[in-house]
T-cell receptor
Framework: GQQVMQIPQYQHVQEGEDFTTYCNSS?????IQWYKQRPGGHPVFLIQ?????EVKKQKRLTFQFGEAKKNSSLHITATQTTDVGTYFC??????????FGKGTRLSVIA | DGGITQSPKYLFRKEGQNVTLSCEQN?????MYWYRQDPGQGLRLIYY???????QKGDIAEGYSVSREKKESFPLTVTSAQKNPTAFYLC?????????????FGSGTQLSVL
C-alpha cells in the first residue's frame, strides 16, 4: 500500500537557524497536506498542495510539491520558539484516505 | 462554538474490558476519522466513515469497532481483543468525502492500561 516517509525524525536548531523537513511518497499523490502538532496538542492543518511543482508561502514557512508529485518539503526560515512542535505531511492518492508520515519533531533552543 | 469534542481526555482500561471513546462534531461534516498516535509512529488510521450507517476499516482496525448512527457522532470502542491499547486517540472530521479537504482534529483521548 501507499507509504509516506518523512525525514528527519528529530531536528534541534538554535533560534534563528533555518529548518527543513522532507516527505517522500511511494506513489504519485493527488494532493499533500501539512499539519503542525504542538506538544500536548492535536494536529492543526497548515496547508494543502495540489499542483505539480507548486510552491506556497506562509510568512516564514515555505511549502513545495515536487514536479513528479511524489515528494514535498517544508522550510522554516529563522526559526522561533513558537515553531516548536511536530510537523506531519499527509498524502492522498487514488480512492484511499490520507496517509500520514511519522512526523519531524522540531526543538528550538533559545 | 463549532468544533470536534472528544471525551474523556484521559481513560484507563482494565484487562479484558471494553472502553468507548466519544467523538462529536457540530460542523455538519460528512466524513469522520479515528487515528491512533504512538510516540514516533505518526498517525495511523483505525476507521473512517463517509456517510451515516457506513464505515470502512483503516490500516489498524483489528481490536477496534465503530458506529455511525448519527452524522455528528462517531464513537470508537477499544475491545479486549486489542492487546496494546495504550496510545493517544484522535478523532477528525472533514466536510468532503473525497479526501481532498483538510482534516479538523479533536483534542484527543489518552488511553492507558491499568
Amino acid at each position: 500500500g501507499q507509504q509516506v516517509m518523512q525525514i528527519p525524525q528529530y531536528q534541534h536548531v538554535q533560534e534563528g537557524e533555518d529548518f527543513t523537513t522532507y516527505c517522500n511518497s511511494s506513489t504519485t499523490l493527488s494532493n499533500i497536506q501539512w499539519y503542525k502538532q504542538r506538544p500536548g496538542g492535536h494536529p492543526v492543518f497548515l496547508i494543502q498542495l495540489v499542483k505539480s511543482g507548486e510552491v506556497k508561502k506562509q510568512k516564514r514557512l515555505t511549502f513545495q510539491f515536487g514536479e513528479a508529485k511524489k515528494n514535498s518539503s517544508l522550510h522554516i526560515t529563522a526559526t522561533q520558539t513558537t515553531d516548536v512542535g511536530t510537523y506531519f505531511c499527509a498524502g492522498h492518492s487514488g480512492n484511499t484516505p490520507l496517509v500520514f508520515g511519522k512526523g519531524t519533531r522540531l526543538s528550538v533552543i533559545a | 462554538d463549532g468544533g470536534i469534542t472528544q471525551s474523556p481526555k484521559y481513560l484507563f482500561r482494565k484487562e479484558g474490558q471494553n472502553v468507548t471513546l466519544s467523538c462529536e462534531q457540530n460542523l455538519n461534516h460528512d466524513a469522520m476519522y479515528w487515528y491512533r498516535q504512538d510516540p514516533g509512529q505518526g498517525l495511523r488510521l483505525i476507521y473512517y466513515s463517509q456517510i451515516v450507517n457506513d464505515f470502512q476499516k483503516g490500516d489498524i482496525a483489528e481490536g477496534y469497532s465503530v458506529s455511525r448512527e448519527k452524522k455528528e457522532s462517531f464513537p470508537l470502542t477499544v475491545t479486549s481483543a486489542q492487546k496494546n491499547p495504550t496510545a493517544f486517540y484522535l478523532c477528525a472530521s472533514s466536510p468532503r468525502t473525497d479526501f481532498l479537504e483538510k482534516l479538523f482534529f479533536g483534542s484527543g483521548t489518552q488511553l492507558s492500561v491499568l
